[in-house]
């Protein structure tokens, strides 16, 4: 296990990294997209990073019944899955491959997806990328 998260840019990577494990590098892009999304439209947001991603239930890594969260937040920044959320996180300040309304998403692979996801909840799916459904408000 690496170092505890120290900076903002670490807490991103961990977050990208446990949200997004096993995506294609645009499926990190997206993950880290809805991140700033978040931050710039203060949706479940304070405008900061750490207050965006650790607000309670709004990212799973970080939810408190998540094993792997101490593993997240102790992760090696050199290994290959943290140095591709790293990228992920650098390249998605410039991506347009998802829209910047998009403030949401789910896994496909939910049993049961999210009271929030369904008609007439107040989101529109915007586009599947990899196993991930990004919505924004309707």
Known sequence: MGAPLLDPEDLATATIRGE???ESHE?????????RNRMAHRFFSDGTLAGTVLKPYQFSVWNTAELRRIQMACCDRDDEASRAARLAWQESATWVG????AVMYHATTMPA??????????????????RHIFYERA
């Open 20 to 22: 997004a494990e096993g």
């Open 27 to 35: 499926g990190r892009l997206a993950v880290a997209k809805v991140i």
């Open 98 to 101: 998802l829209p910047s309304s």
């Open 113 to 130: 997806y999210p009271e929030w996801a369904k008609p007439g909840k107040g989101f529109r799916a915007v586009i599947t990328i990899g």
